[in-house]
């Protein structure tokens, strides 16, 4: 399984139609979290561009999943395989007493 970053960009005036499937993104997100196919979503502080790491076996295939999003339609992004990917997430730091 491959590593995607997908660099998505919001339009600069977020109108109602784009707040109105913010709810059904959100659950998308959390359920592609929750079944691993996203490792990690944000969104910059000015709501002018996000960044989401997946997995996927191809680049079609990331592109497919990024295509089911419900603000796909607002958006325009790009993708990158990534080569290298470190996290912290995962097992909580062990701190002893």
Not at 66 to 78: A, G, H, M, Q, V
Request: glycine fraction near 4%; hydrophobic fraction near 45%.
């Amino acid at each position: 399984m491959k590593k995607y970053l997908c660099t998505f960009y919001l339009p600069a005036l977020l109108e109602e139609d784009f707040w109105a499937a913010i709810p059904a993104h959100r659950q998308h997100i959390q359920d592609m979290m929750r079944d691993e196919v996203i490792i990690t979503y944000s969104v910059n502080g000015t709501r002018s561009k996000g960044w989401v790491v997946l997995n996927a076996e191809s680049e079609p295939d990331a592109e497919a999943l990024i295509d089911l999003f419900p603000i796909r339609p607002f958006i325009n992004y790009e993708l990158d395989e990534l080569f290298i990917f470190d996290t912290m997430i995962g097992a909580p730091k062990l701190v002893m007493n």
